[in-house]
């Protein structure tokens, strides 16, 4: 039974093992496969073969074991095969069963690369059911969330795209999870990343990460149902007004169903054991199905089988990075999509002031423009406003003003140009956030991330937050206190400045209706004076200061220019 487990000499260095001609590769075997793939296959084989009883009560024991050994040698700096068989053979405390399927799996490295951490081979379906611990159970939709599922599936059609950053959130939140875990000590610490596969000939995408995991009672609170109050009512009340809904609840999960004919969810939550592992059906219908699933790692992988037509675009790789670089580039875990990152640059407003440089800010601030559309007009920064608050409101942002020479009345004109994107967790809300400032403030470019704004804001609830209106009035007040500064620090760098922004300022004190908002703006204000040079600039306050003693009077004179 060993010469027709391992080959016919068992005398063969590990290295002659691995490079046998006649040796097959296991059935199942990809080119690329993760720890748990190549373990999964080698346990099958070794009971095939009769070596290994599915009713040894050390067969998940053997597993987990090999499991462990492998990931750990494979995370090593030192990755070659023969290095990871001699771990192997040292492991002298290894209990028999785990032994013979570590030879195993050194002999079957021969035909397959495995990678770090990374879950890349999709079992096949024979496998999956050797695999499967118990029948599914099929489960009913509760109706508010098949009312919802009908309105995110047909309403919501032409904003499909949103799924990406929904699942890419969970993800991110799945980790932020673990990570809580790991600072409290409760688990060992784990690579934290977003794998993101498409495959375009199979119509499908598939999301995964190395979070929390969930375990049934997550599955069902989660996936199948909606945890909140009074939704059957609020529905029924919203059929025609989708992104009211989406406020509401937060499409997350169900955003998939968009573009889906079918969904699979697999999953394991951290600290359970490996045969704990369930996977997550719907097939387009009113029901979904749950089974146990052996051998999976900790985390969810979320596949989607995409509808054809629009829909199947999203199983084209330039379409999902497109699709990320829009909504969720500074998210701040590695999002790798096919195997290569895609978000490489830092989220500059979640670091404090003092640790980015000026480098870093035209870097980033080149990347916004661009993002924008706007990068022929812009190219760096004129005044940085880097700042954080925790009260009255969570608030991280970077604004910037731009150094630039363009024709204020045209610029103006775009009446609905806004420059500040909102986040919430660094995941895109808003890219044109007219709400957060007045409008003759709108030449600003910036990022404005508040963790205290919901991640769905329908129009309507951007309207009538209060987080906003308070964001607003934080923001506006910065901008202005900030440029006033700049105007005492360097007067002659500011009137420049202001001769390219100056009719904002003057648009600003017209429209302003709050009274002490618009006296902070009339500081800003630049004119020439009599007791100046010809070109020369004055504000207000330093006339003021200059004034005469009784004086009460401005005095001033004007005409067409």
């Known amino acids: 039974m ?122 096949s379906a024979p496998t999956q059911r050797r695999l499967m611990a118990s029948e599914p159970q099929r489960h009913e939709f509760q109706a508010e969330t098949r009312n919802l599922m009908d309105i995110v599936a047909k309403s919501l059609y032409s904003h499909s795209e949103v799924f990406v950053r929904e699942l890419i959130s969970n993800a991110s939140d799945a980790l932020e999870k ?140 330039d379409k999902i990075k497109e699709v990320i670089n829009k909504y969720s580039y500074f998210v701040s875990a590695p999002i790798l999509v096919n195997g290569e990152r895609v978000n490489n640059l830092n989220a500059i407003w979640t670091m404090q002031a003092r640790e980015v440089n000026k480098e870093m800010h035209e870097t980033f601030f080149k990347q916004l423009v661009k993002n924008q559309g706007k990068q022929e007009m812009f190219t760096r920064p004129q005044y940085t406003i880097h700042f954080q608050t925790d009260t009255p409101v969570s608030l991280r942002s970077v604004i910037y003003i731009p150094q630039t020479q363009f024709n204020q009345l045209s610029f103006m004109a775009q009446q609905k140009l806004c420059g500040l994107s909102l986040y919430a967790r660094r995941v895109l809300i808003k890219p044109d956030a007219q709400e957060l400032i007045p409008n003759y403030l709108r030449f600003v470019i910036g990022v404005v991330d508040s963790e205290d704004i919901p991640l769905n804001l329908s129009r309507e609830m951007l309207q009538n937050n209060p ?23 360097d007067p002659v760098k500011y009137s420049e400045f202001y001769q390219n922004y100056s009719l904002y300022f003057k648009e600003g004190v017209v429209t302003e209706q709050n009274q002490g908002i618009k006296e902070e703006v009339a500081k800003l204000l630049l004119f020439e004076s009599s007791s100046k040079k010809a070109g020369e600039l004055t504000s207000l306050g330093d006339y003021v200061k200059r004034m005469q003693e009784g004086q009460k009077e401005i005095y001033y004179m004007y005409a067409n220019k």
């Open 2 to 123: 060993m010469q027709q487990l391992f080959g016919d000499d068992l005398s063969m260095s590990p290295c002659s093992t691995r490079h046998a001609s006649h040796l097959e590769a296991p059935e199942g075997a990809s080119k690329e496969a993760s720890v748990i793939d190549f373990t999964d296959m080698m346990f099958q084989n070794l009971h095939d073969h009769g070596d290994i009883s599915m009713s040894n009560p050390a067969l998940h024991f053997s597993v987990t074991e090999v499991q462990q050994t492998y990931q750990d040698m494979m995370c090593s700096s030192q990755d070659s095969h023969d290095y990871i068989f001699q771990q192997f053979d040292k492991k002298k405390t290894m209990s028999l069963p785990a032994r013979m399927m570590s030879a195993r799996l050194i002999r079957a490295a021969r035909f397959v690369t495995p990678t770090c951490s990374t879950v890349q081979f999709a079992p």
């Open 178 to 317: 673990r990570r809580y875990a790991e600072l409290k000590g409760e688990i060992a610490e784990g690579s934290s990343e977003i794998r993101i596969t498409t495959d375009k000939e199979k119509r499908t995408i598939t999301f995964e990460d190395t979070g929390i995991g969930m375990n049934r009672e997550d599955l069902v609170k989660f996936l199948g149902t909606i945890a909140k109050s009074g939704s059957k009512d609020f529905i029924e009340n919203n059929k025609e007004n989708a992104e009211a809904v989406i406020g509401q609840f937060g499409v997350g999960f169900y955003s998939a169903f968009m573009v889906a004919d079918s969904v699979v969810v697999t999953t394991r939550k951290v600290g359970s054991k490996p045969e704990e592992g369930l996977q997550w059906t719907w097939n387009g219908d009113n029901s979904y199905e749950i089974a146990e699933t052996a051998g999976l790692p900790t985390g969810t992988r979320i596949e989607i089988r995409l509808k054809v037509g629009d829909s199947a675009t999203y199983a084209e790789e």
């Open 467 to 489: 987080v906003l209106r308070k964001l607003k009035k934080i923001l506006t007040d910065k901008i202005l206190g900030s440029l006033q500064s700049e105007m005492k620090k």
